[in-house]
């Protein structure tokens, strides 16, 4: 089958350099799209609950969306075990900048420089973090939301998307998003976006959490399922009128 | 043992001989000739009275526009229809040959041809060349059992399903269907699906673009809609047309040349005849 020009997260072989340090350059336990939204008082980013092992699902209740700090909230696919690296980065980050005491706090723009700064910089090394970030939040009334890839590409947009998402679900977004969504008309269209990448990304799992950043604070939502339709007539005698066919 | 095995004819499909020295020219740093593709999205729908079918009409050679405008909805018979994915001239080829071959089963049955028809002789025809034909095509049309979509792979595979997607723009307009698509739409609501899907590929998706092309077939019905929709029109032409009269430009100089010397004609006797 062909897809055209569509990869998903590439996979390399490791090396040994002459110094016997080894670069890891294989992603193992992977997690897949992450989906991210402005709406009117704040961004909303969903994900579902997968960590795979290969073509093994091996976690089924991997929390890929994570608050940072006051202001910010970090999606990530790819790699799990860089993202807790990153989510350890972040604390450090967090804890020192809470120290100064001066009353200022960091904010997702600032999340996000940090963040594309460390990819960059790994990639440099030809040492990645493999991973596709989402970073999104609110602070004094601004909204944000971004995007850092594992070689450190970066942007800022409406809306975003990571690995199979940005094939399946931009297009859906694109033609959908306006300016002021409310959030149940922001959700609607993020599980129009899920239920799309549950049918055709095979490492998709049916069990979503939905998060979204206000102004006021952090809120992720309990673990859902969304209803998945199968009862096309065409499913059930899919040969019909030609016996023996396929 | 050589011997009697040249002495058997070759029995067609694909051969492999050259496969080899192919490999070995590429490990020596030969670059292989390119090939026009047709980078694409197409798509079909199964609707209440028949089947639509879409396709984009941009044409890739690389990274550069072939043709703004080809046609990828490929005649097979009056009541079916097929678009074609992937090489040019494996799409065109491939449906031109079934095409034929089913206009002479035609005569020879006296029938209207099937679409199961159709979907052996190609998914036969591919198979046997391995997947060297590039050609992935979305099959559809309406016959004696009804309507029927299927997908076919370029290693001859196939799918029979409700709606199908295929090209470089495939994942963009399943987007669209998987959240829109249901049972029993009507043909007004068929086409705008079908338009919101190619229109889709055609956005999002850089080997998709220019113009929309549907066809809907019913039973005993088709209806060819080329250039259905055209979301990408030509944004500055000039109100004043492009036509540059002499006294446009300032004649600095001129200088004429004669090109054929004109021959001196001395009296001489006449031709001797």
Known sequence: MEWGAVSSEGKEVSTILESGSQRTLSPYVTGTSVLGLKYKDGVIMAADMGGSYGSTLRYKSVERIKPIGKHTLLGASGEISDFQEILRYLDELIIYDHMWDDGNSLGPKEVHNYLNRVMYNRRNKFDPLWNSLVVGGVKNGQKYLGMVGMIGTHYEDNHVATGFGNHLARPIMRAEWREDLTFEEAVKILEKCLLVLLYRDRSAINKFQISKITEEGVTISEPYALKTNWDFSAFQNPTKGAEGSW | ?273
């Open chain 2, 1 to 273: 043992m050589a011997k009697a095995l040249a002495d058997v004819p070759p029995k067609g499909g694909f051969s492999f001989d050259l496969c080899r020295r192919n490999d070995m020219l590429v490990k020596k740093g030969i670059q292989l000739p390119g090939f026009r593709k047709t980078g694409t999205t197409i798509v079909g729908l199964i609707f209440e009275d028949g089947v639509i079918l879409g396709a984009d009409t941009r044409a890739t050679e690389g990274p550069i526009v072939a043709d703004k405008n080809c046609e990828k909805i490929h005649y097979m018979a009056p009541n079916i229809y097929c678009c074609g994915a992937g090489t040019a001239a494996d799409t065109e080829a491939v449906t031109d040959m079934v095409s034929s071959q089913l206009q002479l089963h035609r005569y020879a049955t006296g029938r209207e041809s099937r679409v199961v028809t159709t979907l052996t002789l190609l998914k036969s025809h591919l198979f046997s060349y391995q997947g060297y034909v590039s050609a992935a095509l979305v099959l559809g049309g309406v016959d004696v059992t009804g309507p029927h979509l299927h997908t076919v792979y370029p290693h001859g595979s196939t799918d029979t399903l409700p709606f199908a997607t295929m090209g470089s723009g495939s994942l963009a307009a399943m987007a669209v269907f998987e959240s829109k698509y249901k049972e029993g739409l009507s043909r007004e609501e068929g086409i705008q699906l079908v338009s919101e899907a190619i229109c889709s590929g055609i956005f999002n998706d850089l080997g998709s673009g220019s113009n929309v092309d549907v066809c809907v077939i019913t039973k005993g019905k088709t209806d060819y809609l080329r250039n259905h929709q055209l979301p990408n029109p030509r944004t500055y032409v000039s109100s004043r047309g492009y036509s540059f009269a002499k006294g446009h430009t300032e004649v600095l100089s001129t200088k004429i040349i004669p090109l054929k010397a004109k021959p001196e004609v001395a009296v001489v006797d006449a031709m001797e005849e």
